[in-house]
């Protein structure tokens, strides 16, 4: 069974501070993804990396960036973090070509105060 | 650029009701299409997909969704609902190039009644 795995299912921050997310996939899946889920808006890609070291922006990639030093470990990061980024963030991992599906791990309910 | 729309954005029925959840997509080259399924306070699960073949697929819990090319939908149904289905359901769509990404609809809540 395909496992993905966020450090934290909620997260309360202070507006301005540095926030990481962290994600594990143990796969050995190439892809991975950050998605940021808001009530009527559905999932919005925010970055993907398909290889280590690796990033490609995705829909809404401003006010975050990403890092991925090892294939099994993504993080996003919220460098300094403000109340419109309160959210569910989701991370998935695929195998990197073709037709895959997604992995989900279970979100992180970051709420930014 | 590929794009998903799910009409209804929430969609109540009653236990043992039939139920249809609508999803349209565009996109200019081959795709393959996924239904997830979010129960509250959890992450997204593979609930189908359509990669290629028969365009009637179905899931393990009785729904079944079909890929209409010409209409470009991928309606999800299920012929008896339970209240255990209660829960977001969200299409998605990824194309045969580039990196496998996914665009999603902006989902479906089922709330199921007694």
């Known amino acids: 069974d395909v496992k993905v795995t966020q450090s934290s299912r909620y997260l309360v921050k202070r507006t301005g501070e540095k926030v990481f997310l962290e994600c594990v996939q143990d796969?050995?899946?190439?892809?991975m993804f950050w998605y940021r889920q808001d009530p009527g808006l559905g999932l919005r890609l925010i970055y993907f990396?398909?290889?280590?070291?690796?990033?490609e922006k995705g829909d809404i990639p401003e006010g975050y960036s990403v890092s991925r030093e090892k294939k099994e470990r993504f993080s996003l990061i919220l460098e300094s973090a403000s109340t419109n980024q309160t959210s569910m963030y989701l991370c998935?991992?695929?195998?990197?070509?073709?037709?895959?599906?997604?992995?989900f791990g279970p979100g992180t309910r970051l709420t930014v105060t | 650029a590929q794009s998903v729309t799910q009409l209804d954005s929430q969609v109540p029925v009653f236990e043992e009701a039939p139920v249809e959840l609508r999803c349209n997509y565009s996109?200019?080259?081959?795709?393959?299409l996924f239904w997830y399924v979010q129960y509250p306070n959890q992450g997204l699960q593979l609930l189908l997909k359509y990669l290629s073949g028969s365009t009637l697929v179905e899931s393990i819990n009785g729904f079944e969704a079909e890929f209409n090319k010409s209409q470009t939908s991928f309606h999800l149904r299920k012929p008896s609902v339970h209240i255990s289905d209660t829960a977001e359901y969200f299409c998605?769509?990824?194309?045969?190039?580039?990196?496998?990404?996914?665009?999603f609809g902006k989902g479906t809540m089922l709330l199921v009644s007694p």
């Open positions: 796969m050995d899946h190439e892809n």
């Open positions: 996109s200019s080259v081959s795709v393959y």
């Open positions: 998605a769509v990824g194309e045969n190039s580039g990196y496998s990404t996914l665009t």
């Open positions: 998935a991992s695929s195998v990197r070509q073709g037709a895959h599906e997604q992995y």
């Open positions: 990396s398909y290889d280590v070291k690796m990033k």
